[in-house]
């Protein structure tokens, strides 16, 4: 029995960043800007509700604390309600989170919140209805921001808010977003843009880095917090003055890999060992029953071994990231 995901460079895994659908209803340009196109999956080649239960409860015995729940658009499955429960049942998983566009939030969350999800990720690229529009190809602003207000109703304490830091798109908007979390308890989170499979050129035109909301926050006061060992990879920011907070992920930046605490496994069962790495190691063959557990476990143990120092961002090698839809945020 495994007790501690670690690999070769001691780094131990408590974080579990888990697909469990490649489809999207938006097409945000820098992710799915044709829309989603099925790549020879359907919905019945995702992982199923028992294939989910015991992915989470091999990672539970094995240190992992927090689950994130991904996609594309994790809300789209019908049976996500049962999807939050099932992994809910491991005690070990104190924190269970999901990404999403919100879309379903002003109609579910109150649901999702009672099946035991602890946190939320909303996407949100602009506070501009017309600007949110171009770059989702969905006229849903309102909708996710009824979305938010359900959330907090339904008694989540705080959200967190992805926005992709775009050149000449957003990066000027920082003081409409500081005055929108004055008084929310909002964190909101810059990502940097990072190259994908097919979007180098959107990338040349729009990247910008973390650096400048950085030095821009700093300036005014800002604060930067320490990480807990469970944390994603932003570097959080608190201001006296603000009731919410600001979150960056810069995948460019010196030792980002550092502090790599996550794995991710993709919505048809392949345990990737990087974001950015080329493929993915096949778990799917060990999910049909219960009687497998140790056997996954060791599977999952013995990939760390391959699991870079770093990943390779600068080269230009983007791995897996045909889109941005596996992120997650």
């Not at 049962?82 to 379903?104: F, K, S």
């Not at 959200?159 to 050149?167: D, E, F, G, T, Y």
């Not at 995948?251 to 392949?270: H, M, Q, T, W």
């Not at 557990?293 to 143990?301: C, G, N, S, T, Y």
């Amino acid at each position: 029995m495994v007790t501690q995901f670690i690999d070769s460079y001691a780094r131990k895994f408590y974080y579990l960043r888990l697909s469990i659908t490649d489809v999207c209803n938006f097409r945000c340009t820098y992710c799915l800007p044709d829309g989603y196109k099925p790549q020879g999956t359907t919905n019945k080649s995702f992982l199923s509700l028992d294939e989910i239960r015991r992915v989470t409860r091999a990672f539970a015995n094995a240190g992992t604390e927090k689950v994130r729940l991904t996609g594309g658009e994790p809300s789209l499955r019908r049976d996500f309600v049962d999807i939050i429960a099932a992994v809910r049942e491991n005690p070990g998983i104190t924190q269970l989170a999901v990404t999403t566009n919100g879309y379903r939030m002003a109609r579910d969350v109150a649901r999702w919140r009672a099946a035991g999800l602890t946190s939320i990720n909303v996407s949100v690229d602009s506070l501009d209805a017309r600007q949110f529009h171009a770059i989702t190809g969905q006229d849903k602003f309102h909708q996710v921001m009824r979305g938010i207000d359900a959330a907090f109703e339904a008694g989540f304490s705080k959200i967190k808010v992805n926005s992709v830091l775009m050149r000449d798109v957003n990066h000027h908007s920082l003081h409409t977003f500081l005055d929108w979390i004055r008084h929310r308890p909002i964190q909101l989170r810059f990502i940097e843009l990072m190259e994908t499979g097919e979007g180098s050129d959107l990338f040349r035109r729009h990247h910008l880095s973390g650096e400048v909301i950085r030095d821009q926050l700093i300036m005014q006061g800002w604060q930067r917090q320490l990480r807990e060992r469970s944390d994603g990879p932003a570097q959080v920011f608190r201001h006296p003055d603000y009731q919410g907070e600001i979150g960056l992920i810069m995948p460019y930046e010196k030792d980002f890999c550092a502090s790599c605490n996550r794995l991710r496994v993709s919505a048809i069962g392949n345990l990737h060992l990087c974001l950015f790495g080329d493929s993915g190691v096949p778990l799917r063959d060990l999910l049909a029953s219960d009687e497998q557990q140790d056997e996954l476990q060791a599977r999952i143990a013995a990939s760390l071994g391959r699991k870079k120092q770093t990943h390779f961002l600068h080269q230009g090698n983007t791995g897996i990231t045909q889109n941005l839809s596996f992120i997650g945020g």
